[in-house]
């Protein structure tokens, strides 16, 4: 069993900066990929980013290009998310996932077998 837990969530304002914290711990057999998706009442969840733990290879979504950049930690299976001019957009539970074995992808979210509980972000204008 493997439990993430996020940090770092908070209120902010347009244009602030916030870094998110992601650590998996438990029986952790491997780590192929780690993601953020994020979620508002009502709509589906949405991918952040992702990376491929090894090839220490990110990816994001058209909507957070050149403001979001997701990195690993000094530590095994952990990982961050620094989130800069922040939009009242962003405004979302963001949570965390892991991937255990083989994947090409990395914006589904039925692919990850692990997730956080969430961590609020909100950004007022």
């Known amino acids: 069993q493997v439990q993430l837990v996020e940090s770092g969530g908070g209120l902010v304002q347009t244009g602030d900066s916030l870094r998110l914290s992601c650590a998996a711990s438990g029986h952790i057999i491997n780590t192929y990929a780690m993601a953020w998706f994020r979620q508002v009442p009502g709509k589906e969840r949405e991918f952040v980013g992702g990376i491929f733990w090894d090839l220490n290879k990110a990816y994001y979504a058209d909507s957070v290009k050149g403001r979001f950049t997701i990195s690993r930690g000094d530590s095994e299976n952990t990982v961050f998310l620094q989130m800069n001019s922040l939009k009242p957009e962003d405004t979302a539970v963001y949570y965390c996932?892991?991937?255990?074995?083989?994947?090409?992808?990395?914006?589904?979210?039925?692919?990850?077998?692990?997730w956080g509980q969430g961590t609020q972000v909100t950004v007022s204008s």
């Open positions: 996932a892991l991937r255990i074995d083989y994947t090409q992808l990395l914006n589904d979210h039925r692919v990850y077998n692990s």
